[in-house]
């Protein structure tokens, strides 16, 4: 199983990006599919997650309403759009999966078993 996130890079506070997470071995709609990230001197940080099967979608209270995600199976791949960026949303964004995660653990990074290298997202004020 390989997961590839791509799509970062430097925009200006209250601008957009959209992150991208293909996958090769794992069919994305068959799991559950997590967006995490990571800034220098933190630990890594839930920020939205999609369950499997067309399942319901979860956000961290600090994307909540700027950041969606969302799934194509046809492509398998899975997106993070991120609208109103903030300077503190500066940090590297990473993919991950697994093959399904109860809904009361899916902000633990730990049940992923599969991850994507990060993408660099920088916002400057």
């Known amino acids: 199983v390989q997961l590839q996130a791509y799509g970062g890079g430097l925009v200006q506070s209250g601008g957009s990006l959209r992150l991208s997470c293909a996958a090769s071995g794992f069919v994305l709609d068959y799991g559950t599919i997590g967006w995490y990230r990571q800034a220098p001197g933190k630990e890594r940080e839930f920020v939205a997650a999609?369950?499997?099967?067309?399942?319901?979608?979860f956000s961290a209270d600090s994307v909540k309403g700027r950041f969606t995600i969302s799934r194509d199976n046809a492509k398998n791949m899975v997106f993070l759009q991120m609208n109103s960026l903030k300077p503190e949303d500066t940090a590297a964004y990473y993919c991950a999966a697994d093959q399904g995660i109860i809904q009361s653990s899916i902000r633990n990074p730990l049940q992923y078993d599969y991850w994507g290298q990060g993408t660099q997202v920088t916002v400057s004020s």
């Open positions: 999609i369950r499997q099967n067309g399942g319901s979608s």
